[in-house]
């Protein structure tokens, strides 16, 4: 973050190697600023400011801030391993697929509830790369389609064991239903 006027970092779940703040800013940091979150990480001392490391409870004491907060072991990190599956509206037959696999293990994403027939045809792209197909088939007939999760990914990019994909569904049209004057126009015979 460049700039903000305020800002708070309070009731979240936060899961890092480490916590990484700048030195300068510390000073600027109200006490309520930082409050009532679970740090999930993989190191001992978490909280970096500067080139300097702290635990958890050492950072609680000398920043003031973080006193309803915990800290735990990466280990004990649980999430689903579907986050969100959101219809893209300005994109026909496309969806945004936000996935988690703290083992980088392959996802697999039941599409049922989308009523796609089966056969219909599936691109899956990166939004960190869209330029990139990373995977293409055919959705089968039980509506899942299998996600990596360990890509070439650039290192300044996300984690593997992290992914926001764009699918597009094609080769398929959805049947208009009509409406009800237009269904009784055709009982009509009009």
């Excluded at 703040?21 to 109200?30: A, G, N, R, S, V």
């Excluded at 309803?68 to 649980?78: N, R, V």
């Excluded at 045809?121 to 389609?145: M, P, Q, R, W």
């Amino acid at each position: 973050m460049l700039y903000a006027k305020s800002f708070q970092i309070t009731d979240n779940i936060i899961y890092s190697g480490y916590f990484s703040i700048l030195p300068f800013t510390t000073d600027y940091l109200e006490t309520s600023i930082l409050n009532r979150n679970t740090y999930f990480t993989k190191n001992s001392t978490p909280f970096l400011i500067g080139k300097k490391k702290y635990r958890f409870d050492k950072w609680k004491t000398i920043s003031n801030k973080d006193s309803q907060s915990t800290h735990k072991p990466i280990s004990e990190f649980q999430l689903p391993n579907i986050l969100d599956i959101t219809k893209i509206d300005t994109q026909e037959n496309t969806y945004r697929v936000v996935l988690f696999n703290k083992e980088n293990q392959n996802v697999i994403v039941d599409f049922s509830e989308y009523n796609l027939p089966s056969g219909t045809g599936y691109t899956i792209k990166d939004v960190e790369d869209f330029k990139t197909v990373l995977a293409s088939g055919k959705l089968n007939e039980f509506s899942k389609v299998e996600f990596k999760m360990n890509v070439e990914r650039d290192a300044n990019k996300s984690y593997n064991n992290f992914g926001v994909y764009y699918i597009e569904f094609m080769g398929y049209e959805k049947t208009k239903t009509k409406s009800f004057f237009e269904r009784f126009l055709n009982w009509l015979g009009i």
